[in-house]
């Protein structure tokens, strides 16, 4: 993985339905060395986490940098890095490095991942970029890496979904 895809995971956790494991393993779907190992253990730890990766989202949005600094030092400090070198996983020879050792419950390096990925992103975007989708049923959080910044919605299916809606709308009048 890189910053980028830990980036991602801080912005799937922040928006996933935490109720149950499932909510987690789909969060998690692109990284099936966690989600497959999730347990309810695990969920209890990333609801937390999840909480305050939405403190640092809802910051980022309204621009305000001194919640944004205190929330990620926050999540940086209960979720430090510890970095592990792997040579890979069964018979393969497929060098990386894990943010946490990679023995401990997937909820430890879920939770470095996220917390770092998510200070990775506020350097590397500012704060001028983020967002919370403009769905009224959404409110999911975005980060916009359009070249116009003008994004307004967290995917696809909402933009389509209210545009639909909007059409249908001005038809019936």
Same mark, same amino acid.
Request: proline share 4%.
């Given at each position: 993985?890189?910053?980028?895809?830990?980036?991602?995971?801080?912005?799937?956790?922040?928006?996933?339905?935490?109720?149950?494991?499932?909510?987690?393993?789909?969060?998690?779907?692109?990284?099936?060395?966690?989600?497959?190992?999730?347990?309810?253990?695990?969920?209890?730890?990333?609801?937390?986490?999840?909480?305050?990766?939405?403190?640092?989202?809802?910051?980022?949005?309204?621009?305000?940098?001194?919640?944004?600094?205190?929330?990620t030092?926050?999540?940086?400090?209960?979720?430090?890095?510890?970095?592990?070198?792997?040579?890979?996983?069964?018979?393969?020879?497929?060098? =990386?490095?894990?943010?946490?050792?990679?023995?401990?419950?997937?909820?430890?390096?879920?939770?470095?991942?996220?917390?770092?990925?998510?200070? =990775?992103?506020?350097?590397?975007?500012?704060?001028?970029?983020w967002?919370?989708?403009?769905?009224?049923?959404?409110?999911?959080?975005?980060?916009?890496?359009?070249?116009?910044?003008a994004?307004?919605?967290?995917?696809?299916?909402?933009?389509?979904?209210? =545009?639909?809606?909007?059409?249908?709308?001005?038809?019936?009048?």
């Amino acid at each position: 993985m890189d910053n980028a895809a830990y980036l991602d995971v801080a912005l799937r956790l922040a928006n996933a339905d935490l109720r149950d494991v499932e909510g987690l393993r789909e969060a998690l779907y692109e990284e099936p060395w966690w989600a497959e190992r999730v347990r309810e253990s695990d969920l209890r730890a990333l609801r937390p986490v999840a909480d305050g990766l939405r403190r640092v989202f809802t910051a980022a949005v309204a621009a305000n940098r001194v919640d944004v600094q205190a929330e990620t030092n926050a999540l940086l400090s209960a979720h430090p890095l510890r970095p592990q070198l792997s040579s890979g996983h069964g018979e393969t020879e497929n060098w =990386h490095v894990h943010v946490a050792d990679p023995g401990q419950p997937p909820a430890t390096e879920v939770a470095a991942a996220a917390s770092w990925g998510v200070a =990775h992103g506020i350097v590397h975007y500012g704060l001028e970029r983020w967002g919370r989708c403009a769905a009224a049923d959404c409110g999911r959080f975005y980060l916009d890496t359009s070249t116009n910044r003008a994004k307004r919605f967290c995917s696809q299916r909402c933009a389509n979904r209210v =545009h639909v809606a909007a059409f249908r709308s001005r038809n019936r009048d």
